[in-house]
């Protein structure tokens, strides 16, 4: 079982940037994919981005091209997603997700451990 704790959301201004923090504990999680969904409320989850193992990266909203940044950090278990230029159409709730998969996976299926989510809210 690999346990995910996301962090960083909260309320941001048009135009301005938040960092998101994923931390996992239980089992090994340097060999998982890891990427990050969000849901906007009446809406299903939207793939937003994701990172193997090894540091592969693929972003998935062309609403959000160019303002996002996802990294990890094996040796400390987290998984990072920097968005800037923030918009209120980015309102959402962001969740993280795991996958036992080392390959990266861009749909919710794909994942197989999933966080609580953290809430950000952009005002215009």
């Known amino acids: 079982q690999v346990q995910l704790v996301e962090s960083g959301g909260g309320l941001a201004q048009a135009g301005g940037s938040l960092r998101l923090s994923c931390a996992a504990s239980g089992r090994a999680f340097s060999r998982h994919s890891v990427g990050w969904f969000r849901q906007a409320p009446g809406k299903e989850h939207e793939f937003v981005a994701a990172?193997?193992?090894?540091?592969?990266?693929?972003y998935g909203l062309d609403s959000m091209e160019g303002r996002l940044f996802i990294s990890r950090d094996n040796a400390k278990n987290t998984v990072t997603l920097r968005m800037n230029n923030l918009k209120p159409e980015d309102t959402a709730v962001y969740y993280c997700a795991a996958s036992e998969s080392e390959g990266i996976r861009t749909i919710a299926a794909g994942y197989d451990y999933w966080g609580q989510g953290t809430q950000v809210t952009v005002s215009s």
């Open positions: 990172i193997s193992w090894i540091g592969g990266r693929i």
